[in-house]
């Protein structure tokens, strides 16, 4: 599939402030699943200084500092992406790691500490959420992360919640309902709890669960021995594929968030940012499709 996607958000302060260091995970990732044909950034008003580069979890970020007073700041970002993954279940995992608990080598243990991390308690009531539907699928390794994805999506009703962080994965289970990254807080935690290595995914979802909407989406990926990482979506309750398009992730999602920065100002305020997506399918054959379809 080909995306053109075009992501602007605008921030107003109020009253005239000055802007600290700013960095932006807004370049869609670039890896065997996906390629980015071309990327674009405006950013209003003009930096002093921009570069690019990569983060310790390898999503490409681009940073900058700048000089005088503002009271808008501006972000806008055109790209074209090819995805390349139809097929979510493409791999065999390794003998060792078919059944749960496995045992990673330790090498393998120390690379993926960071994502094995639990913030809550394992043995608590995600602990106990996990374990059942781990049980439920005898514990097979390969068939946990489906069924954990789409447990969350059956369980839990989905709202909207354009602000804060994620809930905490208790807070959701107990709820019963949460945004996209509060389900991804919740099945990167229960997957941990059983441990699973997993991370939180940052992108862009083609279609779906909300009509006519475009929106950051978030979703896990767990680390599959043999696999490697492999992306689970809790709000739809399918594994990832091509309809999705990935730009950051990370063992928290404070390190997968699209905009970080400081202002600073006597009056200044940092009002919800004006968001605005817009993902154009431009594959011939989807195109062609849509209009039979609304003929």
Not at 82 to 106: G, I, K, R, V
Not at 203 to 212: H, V
Not at 269 to 286: G, K, M, S, T, Y
Request: aromatic share 8%; with cysteine; proline share 6%.
């Amino acid at each position: 599939m080909r995306y053109l996607i075009e992501h602007r958000t605008v921030y107003r302060y109020g009253a005239q402030v000055s802007l600290g260091p700013h960095t932006l995970r807004m370049r869609p990732r670039c890896d065997v699943f996906q390629r980015v044909l071309s990327f674009d950034l405006k950013v209003e008003p003009d930096p002093s200084f921009q570069w690019t580069g990569v983060d310790r979890e390898d999503n490409g970020f681009d940073a900058m500092v700048f000089t005088g007073t503002t009271d808008t700041l501006s972000l806008a970002s055109r790209c074209e992406v090819e995805t390349l993954h139809e097929n979510p279940f493409d791999y065999l995992l390794d003998s060792s790691a078919l059944t749960l608990p496995m045992t990673h080598d330790p090498d393998l243990e120390i690379r993926l500490a960071p994502y094995l991390h639990r913030t809550g308690n394992g043995n608590g009531v995600i602990g106990s959420f996990a374990r059942r539907i781990a049980e439920q699928v005898d514990w097979q390794t390969a068939q946990l992360p489906v069924h954990l994805a789409r447990r969350i999506q059956e369980l839990c009703v989905y709202e909207e919640r354009e602000k804060g962080d994620p809930l905490s994965a208790e807070a959701t289970l107990a709820n019963r309902k949460g945004s996209c990254r509060d389900f991804a807080v919740l099945m990167m935690e229960s997957a941990r709890s059983l441990g699973l290595a997993a991370r939180f995914v940052s992108g862009y979802q083609e279609a779906g669960f909300l009509p006519d909407a475009h929106k950051l989406h978030a979703w896990t990926e767990i680390y599959l021995p043999g696999a490697g990482w492999r992306g689970f979506d809790p709000s739809t309750g399918l594994a990832v594929c091509d309809r999705h398009i990935a730009v950051a992730a990370g063992p928290h999602f404070h390190n997968a968030a699209p905009v970080q920065g400081t202002f600073g100002g006597a009056w200044g305020r940092a009002n919800h940012p004006e968001v605005q997506i817009n993902i154009q399918n431009l594959d011939p054959q989807e195109q062609s499709q849509a209009q039979t379809l609304t003929a």
